[in-house]
């Protein structure tokens, strides 16, 4: 199965700041890889996928880059509502694998 | 485009129990549908997919105990799991998928969800 590695495990910012998202996949993933986020007793909504590509309706302050083992979710001008989970998943090869999660805090 | 999932559920160890997603608003013969869990305080675990002519790929952690099924006549989708314990407690969500029936490639994971099945297992 491929791991994927998720840092930090929970940050905390504040508003207006620009958050940066780690996950690692244990062997190389192209760019099969999404990231979701979920607000507290929600379901998780998908931001990114392609590792890229921005969901439709996602603000445009999500950005996803990477490719191949290293991915990064940066978050520009942090919002209120952006307290919350956040889970990559690489969907390269089965078992779909997802990351640990990282639980950003809002200061 | 909507995915409504059926309500909680409370069984005993060694029970199973279903879990339902009805969809609207698009064409459910187009797409999957992908099971992930989330144990109270833990993160996502996925499970499996089914698609609408009954093709599926289950983790492997739960051969023999998953089920997924489709129903085309309601666009429904069913997920049944068996031989419950204490551990299979969890949030269960549906999702929709899209995969090269062919290949089981992935063409789209993931981009829509239901609000989620408690599934509680007590005795």
């Known amino acids: 199965d491929i791991q994927m590695t998720q840092s930090p495990s929970s940050l905390s910012a504040s508003i207006g700041d620009t958050v940066t998202i780690t996950c690692r996949a244990s062997?190389?993933?192209?760019?099969?890889l999404g990231w979701y986020q979920q607000q507290p007793g929600k379901a998780p909504r998908r931001l990114i996928y392609s590792a890229s590509s921005l969901q439709s309706g996602a603000p445009v302050r999500f950005r996803g880059i990477g490719s191949g083992t290293e991915f990064t979710l940066i978050i520009n001008n942090l919002q209120p509502e952006d307290l919350a989970t956040y889970y990559c998943l690489q969907y390269r090869s089965y078992p779909w694998t997802f990351g640990q999660g990282t639980r950003l805090e809002i200061k | 485009v909507q995915l409504v999932q059926s309500g909680g559920e409370v069984k005993k160890p060694g029970a199973s129990v279903r879990v339902s997603c009805r969809t609207s608003?698009?064409?459910?013969?187009?797409?999957?549908i992908t099971w992930v869990r989330q144990a109270p305080g833990q993160g996502l675990e996925w499970m499996g997919w089914s698609t609408y002519n009954g093709q599926t790929n289950t983790a492997q952690r739960f051969l023999g105990r998953l089920t997924m099924t489709t129903d085309t006549s309601s666009s429904t989708a069913h997920m049944d799991l068996k031989s419950l314990t204490s551990a299979d407690t969890a949030v269960y969500y549906c999702?929709?998928?899209?995969?090269?029936?062919?290949?089981?490639?992935?063409?789209?994971?993931?981009?829509?969800w239901g609000q989620g099945s408690l599934v509680t297992v007590s005795s």
């Open positions: 999702a929709r998928v899209n995969v090269y029936l062919d290949t089981e490639d992935v063409i789209s994971v993931a981009d829509i």
């Open positions: 608003g698009y064409s459910f013969d187009s797409y999957g």
């Open positions: 062997q190389g993933i192209r760019e099969a």
